[in-house]
């Protein structure tokens, strides 16, 4: 008997012994349950390991096989094309995400479908593919933001277009695209008259993104919005 053991009263080890036996009269009770639960969980998991190696892998495969040409197409300004393919030997964005849409790739096709759109003046159906693209990469994900903002531009919400120039700025978070998206809010918050705000994102460029060439000229905006205050 260990000291520990030799320390305890009669009323503790009564008690222990009490919760041990409790304790297998659960499992002996309830043991068929929980095997049937353990094996639901073991299939569950062996169900989602095959599905991904027997389905998605070699969709994903598929699928990024099929990017190549539209990615040269959108490269070279070729957005129809990128977009629709030719039914030939280019596979277009919206074949992809038509075709491939549990895949990774299928969703960056999202992001390439919504530029193509926006750069053909089909403002509202590139919004709709930029809003479906599900990315935290730290250049295309705030590029989609910067892209709706374009796009709510052309469409004349131009309140919720700011609201998107500074939510990429925010993601983004860098000197290449944060102060362009800063200048395009400031511009369309002079656009609203809601002057306070442009020079507090043209101050932003100016304090935080100094050495950037949106800062270069920055000044004469700051001093523009505040006479217009």
Known sequence: MSENTKNQNPIELENVQEALTKSEQFI??????????????????????????????????????????????????SFKLALNGNGADVVGFQSIIDDYGITKS??????????????LGNYEQAVKYLKDFDSDDKMMAPAALSAIGDCQI???????????????????NNELLSPICLKKA????????????????????????????EAADIEKYIERAKLNQ
């Open 28 to 77: 002996e009770k309830y043991q068929k349950q929980m095997l049937i639960g353990l094996a639901v969980v073991v299939v569950a998991v062996s169900g989602v390991l095959a599905f991904n190696y027997a389905y998605i892998k070699p969709k994903e495969r598929k699928a990024e096989a099929a990017m190549y040409k539209a990615e040269i197409a959108f490269q070279q300004d």
């Open 106 to 119: 299928a969703n960056v096709a999202k992001f390439y479908a919504g530029i193509c759109n926006k750069n």
């Open 154 to 172: 052309e469409l004349g919400n131009v309140d919720d277009a700011a609201d998107y120039f500074v939510k990429a700025a925010d993601k983004a």
């Open 186 to 213: 400031g511009l369309a918050y002079e656009n609203l008259k809601k002057f306070d705000k442009a020079v507090d994102v043209y101050t932003t460029i100016k304090e935080k993104y100094f050495n950037t060439p």
